[in-house]
């Protein structure tokens, strides 16, 4: 079965600088702006901002 292409994927890139990355899908159509969302990373072992890297 054929995925849907509403959703598509999308690369969150964190802000603390270390490369570090997770991969989500979103919708483009309810949330056509870019993503930033407040998630852990592990390389400076707190919370940081991710923002949507295309």
Same mark, same amino acid.
Request: aromatic fraction near 8%; charge should be positive; proline fraction near 4%.
């Given at each position: 079965?054929? *995925?849907?292409?509403?959703?598509?994927?999308?690369? &969150? =890139?964190?802000?603390?600088?270390?490369?570090?990355?997770? #991969?989500?899908? $979103?919708? *483009?159509?309810?949330?056509?702006?870019?993503?930033? &969302? =407040?998630?852990?990373?592990?390389?400076?072992?707190?919370? #940081?901002?991710? $923002?949507?890297?295309?």
């Amino acid at each position: 079965m054929a *995925r849907n292409e509403v959703r598509q994927l999308v690369k &969150l =890139r964190s802000t603390a600088g270390t490369g570090y990355t997770y #991969v989500t899908r $979103k919708n *483009r159509r309810n949330d056509p702006e870019r993503l930033v &969302l =407040r998630k852990y990373d592990p390389v400076v072992r707190r919370h #940081v901002e991710f $923002k949507e890297d295309r």
